[in-house]
C-alpha cells in the first residue's frame, strides 16, 4: 500500500485542491484529480524525500487558526497601507531573523506562511547560519516581527516537525 500511495497527504492535499480550484466534484474531476495527486507522491518519491514525521498533529488546527488569524488582520493593514495618501505608506524594509528550525519540512510550510500573508515576502534563507531574510511592506517595530515569526509560527511547526 506504501508503494501506491507513498504521501498519502500530499496525495489528499493534491486532490483536494484540484476539486477546489474547478469547483466541481463531478466524476472526471475526480478521476483525473486522483491520478494528478498519485503521479504527484510518486514524483516526490523519485525526489528522495522522506516523509514527514508529524509529532503533534493538534497543532496544526491551532497553527492553522493563528494563521487564518493573521492573514485577516494582514489584508486588513495592507489595504490601509494602500489607500492612504502616498506620503504616508509607510517604510518597506528587509529583516533579519535567527531561526532554530531546521527540518525541511516545517521551513518550507513557515515559507508559506510567510508569502501567504499579505505584507511579507520570505526572500531568502542560509541553511548554514539559520537566518531567514524577510521583506516587510510597512517594517515599523522589527522586535514585533521576530516575536510573530518565532513564537506565533516557528515554535509551533517546531511542536509539529521536530
Excluded: C
Aim: glycine share 6%; aromatic share 8%.
Amino acid at each position: 500500500m506504501a508503494y501506491l500511495l507513498p504521501y498519502p497527504l500530499l496525495s489528499l492535499s493534491i486532490l483536494v485542491m484540484w476539486l477546489l480550484l474547478n469547483q466541481s466534484a463531478s466524476p472526471g474531476h475526480l478521476v483525473f484529480g486522483s491520478v494528478l495527486a498519485l503521479v504527484g507522491a510518486w514524483g516526490m518519491t523519485a525526489l528522495g524525500q522522506e516523509s514527514p514525521r508529524i509529532r503533534r498533529p493538534l497543532t496544526i488546527i491551532r497553527l492553522a487558526l493563528v494563521v487564518f488569524i493573521d492573514i485577516v488582520r494582514s489584508n486588513i493593514a495592507v489595504a490601509r497601507i494602500v489607500l492612504r495618501p502616498a506620503g504616508r505608506r509607510g517604510s518597506p524594509g528587509f529583516m533579519a531573523v535567527k531561526l532554530d528550525m531546521r527540518n525541511p519540512y516545517g521551513l518550507a510550510v513557515l515559507a508559506i506562511i510567510i508569502t501567504s500573508t499579505p505584507g511579507t515576502i520570505w526572500t531568502n534563507f542560509s541553511a548554514q547560519s539559520g537566518v531567514l531574510l524577510i521583506h516587510v511592506l510597512d517594517l515599523q517595530d522589527e522586535a514585533e516581527w521576530v516575536d510573530t515569526i518565532k513564537n506565533r509560527y516557528e515554535r509551533r511547526l517546531m511542536e509539529i516537525f521536530e
